[in-house]
């Protein structure tokens, strides 16, 4: 029998970029390749276990090859996205992943090609060593890519210094047809998270060189979808939006297990009256602003699915505010972790309050979904100017001065957002852009 070709994709171990690069790979599978997907082993595990069937306690089969390497962290280590975490991985996974291309030669099963997420580009030394095809993925948006890979003209300009510093408060003018955007606007500048700077420039120089040396540089984007930055990164292909229901398979890449209990409860409302609330797998509120959001979505009156995670706040376990627990029987439904997908998909989504990840950004778009936006960290700040001021599909969620999106506020945008019907025909536009009606 003929070889298959045969792939070995790495994703950045964290949830928005395993996802798109496990959809990837199954399209890989259905048109006739072998994958060898490998995760580090922290996150391995974790998807093991999701694919546990709750009803059965058989694990689900995903048809790739799941494999695992070390992170060079300690177990009890953590895990969340830090300069530890990236340096470890640097240091150790290439030499495990060079036993992984010879036990292939070994086994006739010869890797073909590498598709890497591009913040791992340093793979595709490994890669070179056995002569191996690269392909580079980038799982955000093509607009952040062009201007990620516009850095290092904005350093030779003067305009930020080598450590990402503005120079002066001024207006950077981007490549022609990108929005002039305020220096100090910039995605390391726009993060409140601990040593997000050096990791944005870390990644920077990693994705830039990845783009260079790469054979292939792939987009979970679309063409019709940012024509202005598909003629800025030309040798960008836009095979976006990754959607399990384009290959109609079921999502898989799953961090934790699905409750898909919440599909039977959207089945018992009215169409486009639910206020769907998830904000990725990376946001944490502080408990005075997850209080917040509860009276909020109560105050606005209308159906919602929220998905909290254990982890949301900073607290052990999220503590609600008093007596909201007999509120939300009546209203609303909380899950620990969404189908996102299905539940956007579903006839009864009135609107998507997010926190414009691109994964839930392009999900959105994708599905038709008038979008809130809540921007948290890095690119979500520019994904919500592209939302709210080029598509015009959604309606920004403003802080007050004490730096809290107010309860008020909450009910203000999600009012608006569902008396707006020239929002909703704008999305349902966008909907069909993609889908080249
Ligand atoms: N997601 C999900 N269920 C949830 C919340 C999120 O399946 O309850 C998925 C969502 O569909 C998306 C991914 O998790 O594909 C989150 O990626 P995104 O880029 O939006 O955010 P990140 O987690 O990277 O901040």
Sequence with gaps: MA????????PFPAQGHVMPLMEFSHQLVDHGAKVTFVNTEYIHNMLLSSLVDPKDGQQRRSGIHLVSVPDGLDI????????NLIYSMMNTMPRHLEDLFKKSESDDQKIDCVVADA??????????????????????????????????????????????????????????????????????ESSSIPQMREIILKFIRTISKAATVANWLICNSIDELEPISRDLVPSSLNIGPLLASDRLGQPTGHFWPED??????????PVHSVIYVAFGSTTIFTECQFNEIAHGLELVGKPYLWVVRPDITHELIPSFPDGFRDGVTHLGKLVAWAPQQKVLAHRS????????GWNSTIEGLSLGVPLLCWPYSADQ??????????????????????????????????QKIYSDEQIRSRANKVKDMQKGV
Excluded: Y
């Design 76 to 83: 009890e280590e953590d895990r969340k996205l830090s300069k």
């Design 349 to 356: 989504m009135a609107c998507f309050l997010t926190h414009c």
């Design 119 to 188: 913040t791992v580009g340093w793979i595709f030394d490994v890669a070179d060593k056995f002569g191996t095809k690269r392909a580079a993925f980038w799982p955000a948006s093509l607009a952040v890519l062009a201007l990620t890979l516009h850095v290092p003209k904005l350093i030779e300009a003067g305009v930020i210094d080598e450590n990402g510093t503005p120079m002066k408060e001024e207006v950077i003018r981007l490549p022609h047809g990108m929005p002039d955007m305020n220096a100090f606007k910039l995605m390391w």
């Design 260 to 269: 898909s209990t919440c599909l039977a409860w959207l089945d018992q409302q």
């Design 381 to 414: 700040f520019h994904n919500q100017n592209f939302i709210c001021d080029t598509l015009n599909v959604g309606l920004r969620l403003n802080k007050d001065e004490n730096g809290i999106i107010t309860r008020d506020e909450i009910k203000v945008k999600v």
């Design 3 to 10: 070889k298959l070709p045969h792939f070995l994709v790495v």
